[in-house]
Each structure stands twice: as C-alpha cells, then as structure tokens.
C-alpha cells in the first residue's frame, strides 16, 4: 500500500481548516433554504477528505472500497425509506 | 526495515500485506455499523426538523457557536495530528509516534473539556431537557425536543471521544516503554481509523446543531 506524503498530510488539514470556516462564514448570509445545502455540501467535502487521505481510502484496492461503500449505502437506504414517508406525508 | 523483522503472519494469510488488508476492512466492517448506529440517530434528527423547523431553528440559535467551532477546529487538528503519529508508526519512529499520539489524546481531552463547560452553561441555562428546561421560544415543546437530540447525539459522541483518548493514550505508553508497534503497526493505523470517523461525525453534528438558522 502506498501511504500519503506529509505534503498530502499538511494540505488535508489546512484544507479542512479552510472548510471550517467557510462553513461558519455561510452560515450569517441569508441564502434561503440553501444554507442547509450548502452546509451539508461542506460536510460531505471534509467527510470525503477525511476518508480519502487521512483513512488511507484513496490508497487502498478496490475492495477495501467496497467495504466502506456498504456501511453508506446502508446507511442511504435507512434515510431514503424512511425520509420517503415523512417527507411526503400530506398532514 | 528488513522482513526477517518483520510481525509474524498468521497461518491463514498468505502474506502480511493480506493480513494488513484483512485487518483493516474488519475495521471498516466495524465503523460501518457505527455508521448506522448514528445514523439512526441523525435520522430522527432529521425527521422531527421536516416536521418541526421553526422550533429546530430557533433552538439551534440557543446554541453556543463560539464553543462548538473551536471544538471542530479542536477535533480536525487532533485528527491531523493522527495521521502523521500513522506515518511515524509505518517509519517506526517511535519517540515521535509516542509524542504525536500523546499530542492527539491531549486535543481529544481538551475537546471533552470544552464541551464540559458548555454543557455546565447549557445546564445552568435551563437548556437541559427535564422538569426544569425553559425555553424562549414560540414552541418549547419541540425546541426541548430539539435539545433532547442535541443532548443525546453529542453525549453518545463525547463518549466515543472518551473511549478515544484513553486508548490513544495507552497506545502512546506502549509505544514509549514496549516498543509494541515497531514493523507492527497494523493497530495504530486501525486506531487511527477509529479516531478520524469519530471526527467525521462531529464534521456532520456542528452544522446541523449550531448553524440551523444564524442569519435572521
């Protein structure tokens, strides 16, 4: 397995630094039922970071990524299923 | 690093690279039913703010930004740090792997600490739910119910950060006086791996519980 430069290390975390306060910087402007979106899109790019670089992910065969798939994809069908009946419920 | 050296692989691995994947996609089994384990929680979540969201975003204004930001910047730096006491276990440089995973227990400690004193601010607040939660809010009802979520999602999570410090600080004292993870250090990339989803949930928990709604 190839392993991450420090370089790679050091970016990773400035990089989520960067999104920190973007994310705090977003959350005083007045974009609608877009701050949620956008907030979640931050969160979804560090999370991303995070698994690539930091857990090795992006370095790893191509069943390691099966296994970290299942655990979201499991977890997307719990949301999708169960958001399919709250969010369409017409009371 | 000479192979001879080497950790011995078990007898059913054919080498230690597949015994390292092998270990290593257990761990993942694992974090995938953390995974769901919080998602459960994150799925009510967000169930009640569809049904509630007047209510979630006038809680979430009740928040302390000032203490969950620095947290966030507290856990990313410590996550950081895990990655590089990762790299010095696979160099086996171990002072320098005792001291980044000291440093990295240190952070998670000062984590648990800040969030002590919002929770004793929260408390002496009245924003614990219970008999003596009050609120100012159009909707008490649901916004404790928006404190019950945040009460239960970041104690759970506080305690994932407990169980982290206290091993990554045991594996420091190993590495310091045992020398335990030289040409083996299959278990501090493991650890590390716990440490960094820990992190990733957090990354999730501070919009969704301190930026609901801080523009109006």
């Known amino acids: 397995m190839n392993s991450p430069s420090a370089r790679a290390y050091t970016f990773t975390g400035l990089a989520l630094l960067a999104l920190l306060a973007l994310t705090i910087g977003v959350a005083y402007v007045d974009l609608g039922p877009l701050n949620t979106a ?36 499991w977890l997307g069908i719990m949301f999708v299923l169960a958001l399919s009946d709250y969010m369409t419920r017409g009371w | 690093m000479s192979e001879a050296a080497a950790h011995p692989v078990e007898h059913q691995f054919d080498d230690a690279e597949q015994q390292r994947e092998a270990a290593t996609m257990g761990m993942w089994l694992f974090i995938a039913t953390e995974i769901l384990f919080f998602g459960g929680m994150f799925l009510g979540y967000t169930a009640y703010r569809h049904s509630y969201p007047q209510a979630f975003a006038e809680a ?24 590089f006491a990762v790299r010095a276990a696979k160099n086996n440089r171990r002072g320098l792997l005792g001291l980044l995973l000291l440093l990295t227990a240190s952070l998670g400690a000062l984590f648990l600490v800040i969030k002590g004193f919002e929770y004793a601010r929260e408390i002496h607040e009245g924003l614990l739910p219970g008999r003596a939660f009050h609120i100012d809010a159009a909707d008490p009802q ?38 335990a993870f030289k040409n083996h250090d299959t278990p501090v990339e493991l650890l590390g791996l716990y440490w960094h989803f ?19």
């Open chain 1, 38 to 73: 956008v907030a979640m899109a931050i969160s979804l790019a560090k999370g991303a970071l995070i698994i690539l670089f930091f857990m090795h992910v992006r370095y790893s065969r191509p069943i390691l990524w099966l296994f970290v798939g299942a655990g979201f994809f």
């Open chain 2, 60 to 83: 979430s204004r009740h928040t302390l930004i000032a203490f969950g930001g620095t947290n966030t910047a507290v856990l990313l730096i410590s996550s950081s740090v895990m990655a």
């Open chain 2, 142 to 179: 649901h916004a404790e119910m928006f404190f019950y979520i945040y009460w239960l999602m970041t104690a759970v999570h506080a305690f994932h950060v407990t169980i982290g410090v206290i091993l990554i600080g045991f594996f420091a004292l190993r590495a310091w006086f045992r020398n």
């Open chain 2, 198 to 216: 820990v992190d990733i949930v957090w990354v999730f928990l501070f919009p969704l519980i301190y930026m609901i709604d801080r523009h109006s």
